[in-house]
């Protein structure tokens, strides 16, 4: 609800999101729908791929879908 009323007010042609949480997809797709002219982000908080055993957590492509552009993660030197 914030980002959608902080964009109504024109405080950002910008939006990043540092989430992999879905619950925020509904409100991507209205920000993108309502305010076509701001570009959106994506960074999921979820650690690089490391070799070895088992599957590396997923990020949200119902929030990928909704953005411009997408980092499925983000350094530690980068934060």
Not at 25 to 38: C, K, N, T, V, Y
Not at 53 to 75: C, D, E, N, Y
Request: net charge positive; with cysteine.
């Amino acid at each position: 609800m914030a980002m959608y009323r902080d964009a109504a007010r024109g405080l950002f042609d910008q939006l990043v999101l540092c989430s992999n949480d879905s619950d925020a997809a509904p409100g991507l797709a209205a920000l993108r729908e309502d305010f076509p002219a701001i570009r959106i982000g994506v960074v999921t908080p979820v650690r690089p791929p490391v070799k070895r055993k088992g599957a590396a957590r997923g990020f949200s492509t119902s929030l990928a879908q909704h953005a411009h552009w997408v980092r499925r993660h983000i350094l530690d030197h980068e934060l």
